[in-house]
């Protein structure tokens, strides 16, 4: 299995980005897909999650509203849609895949994208 993601960059502060992680290797309609974020000095954090099946979405409280996670199972691609950006949304940014309908780890980590908000 692997996790491509793309899309990282420097951002002012209110801009927008959007991730993108490709998988390979796996039935990609039959995994839940997830977001995570590690700032600098602190641990790795859940942003947002999308199931199988149903897609259900799920969102960190310091994201909901400004963040949309979506994907496209016939580009096997999940991707992160972040608008008005704070400079403490500044992190590496990893997608995850996993086959349980609402994980609470992932099995599956891609490489990690660097998203840059400056103030």
């Known amino acids: 299995v692997q996790l491509q993601a793309s899309g990282g960059g420097l951002v002012q502060a209110g801009g927008s980005l959007r991730l993108s992680c490709t998988a390979s290797?796996?039935?990609?309609?039959?995994?839940?897909m997830g977001w995570f974020r590690q700032a600098p000095g602190k641990e790795r954090a859940f942003v947002a999650q999308?199931?199988?099946?149903?897609?259900?979405?799920r969102y960190a409280d310091s994201v909901a509203g400004r963040f949309t996670i979506s994907r496209d199972n016939a580009k096997n691609t999940v991707y992160l849609q972040m608008n008005s950006l704070k400079p403490e949304d500044t992190a590496v940014y990893y997608c995850?895949?996993?086959?349980?309908?609402?994980?609470?780890?992932?099995?599956?980590w891609g490489q990690g994208t660097l998203v840059t908000v400056s103030s």
């Open positions: 995850a895949a996993d086959r349980r309908q609402l994980p609470v780890s992932y099995a599956f």
């Open positions: 290797g796996l039935t990609f309609s039959t995994y839940t």
């Open positions: 999308i199931s199988k099946a149903v897609g259900l979405t």
